[in-house]
Antibody, heavy 119, light 110 residues
Framework: QVQLVQSAAEVKKPGASVTISCKVS????????VHWMRQAPGQGLEWMGV????????VYAQKFQGRVIVTRDTSTATVYMDLTSLTPEDTAVYYC????????????WGQGTLVSVSS | QSALTQPASVSGSPGQSITISCTGA?????????ISWYRQDPGKAPKLIIY???KRPSGVSYRFSGSKSGNTASLTISGLQAEDEADYYC??????????FGIGTKVTVL
């Protein structure tokens, strides 16, 4: 079955960067896009970006353009999300979720990674 | 891209039906049937309950249904049960090949 295992929680200072990983299993890695979402404490879900592991193409939400980079390592079936220039407003749980191409839904979600940004 | 508009909270008594609206714009909800709904329990990851406006994944109760008119999508929960208490989010594909979520609705069973 599809499984997504995300990296552990992180604590960062303002201005720092964070890298979160999402290791997938249970399906052919290059067959699914992988999306990243986040949820600040007590707030709603926010879509951040997506990568097509087959060709490495990415699309990002305008809000995060220039601050987020999503990459993949096909040898380890892992997707990475780098977020730079962190502020306290980036404190959130970050989720990865695969999408079977052109289905436009997120059937499975990672367990979430809490990133806390504080001085 | 602004978040889709949902009521902050909706409540109902057991057995009643409730409807959660999700209002977007012509470049997202109004343009596509790529509307999905997710349920989220506290401390848990979201779970897909409706996709393509009105389709239910396997295992999701028939009490959940979806619809769309113009720039507004809706989720209806019929025969409300205590176990339906959760946060519900709509999500739409957009004309810039991105996605946008609703602000979320807390459902309370009285």
């Amino acid at each position: 079955q599809v499984q997504l295992v995300q990296s552990a929680a992180e604590v960062k200072k303002p201005g720092a960067s964070v890298t979160i990983s999402c290791k997938v299993s249970g399906y052919t890695f290059t067959d699914y896009y992988v999306h990243w979402m986040r949820q600040a404490p007590g707030q709603g879900l926010e879509w951040m970006g997506v990568i097509n592991p087959r060709g490495d193409k990415t699309v990002y939400a305008q809000k995060f353009q220039g601050r987020v980079i999503v990459t993949r390592d096909t040898s380890t079936a892992t997707v990475y999300m780098d977020l730079t220039s962190l502020t306290p407003e980036d404190t959130a749980v970050y989720y990865c979720a695969p999408e079977r191409p052109k289905t436009y839904v997120f059937d499975f979600w990672g367990q979430g990674t809490l990133v806390s940004v504080s001085s | 891209q602004s978040a889709l508009t949902q009521p902050a909270s909706v409540s109902g008594s057991p057995g009643q039906s409730i409807t959660i609206s999700c209002t977007g714009a012509s470049n997202d909800v109004g343009s596509y049937n790529r509307i999905s709904w997710y349920r989220q329990d506290p401390g848990k990851a979201p779970k897909l309950i409706i996709y393509e406006v009105n389709k239910r994944p396997s295992g999701v109760s028939y009490r959940f249904s979806g619809s769309k008119s113009g720039n507004t999508a809706s989720l209806t929960i019929s025969g409300l049960q205590a176990e339906d208490e959760a946060d519900y989010y709509c999500c739409s594909f957009t004309n810039t090949y991105t996605y946008v979520f609703g602000i979320g609705t807390k459902v309370t069973v009285l």
